[in-house]
């Protein structure tokens, strides 16, 4: 069995970045994230999102070590983050 899931977990070309913890913990501080910016009049990518690709999204950002931004490293992430 855990030869097989690691054989799965290789085959994950979007994987999430969120440790052991997974999205549940996050979800909460994502949505008022947005709702701050929005408050803020700050415009995000996340706008025109359902709740759902925006949880996808933002559980595969990293944050830029020079930058300090969240930004997506993966381009074939990106790609689908851009089609959303």
């Known amino acids: 069995m855990s030869q097989h899931n690691s054989e799965q977990a290789k085959k994950n070309i ?4 969120l440790g052991p913890e997974g999205y549940g913990p996050n979800m909460e501080k994502w949505r008022e994230e947005i709702e701050d910016a929005k408050a803020a009049g700050v415009p995000t990518i996340y706008d025109d999102m359902d709740e759902r690709s925006m949880f996808w999204l933002k559980a595969r950002e990293v944050k830029d070590k020079e930058t300090r931004e969240l930004v997506i490293p993966d381009q074939r992430t990106l790609a689908v983050a851009q089609s959303i």
Not at 14 to 17: A, M, T
């Open 14 to 17: 979007h994987p999430y970045r």
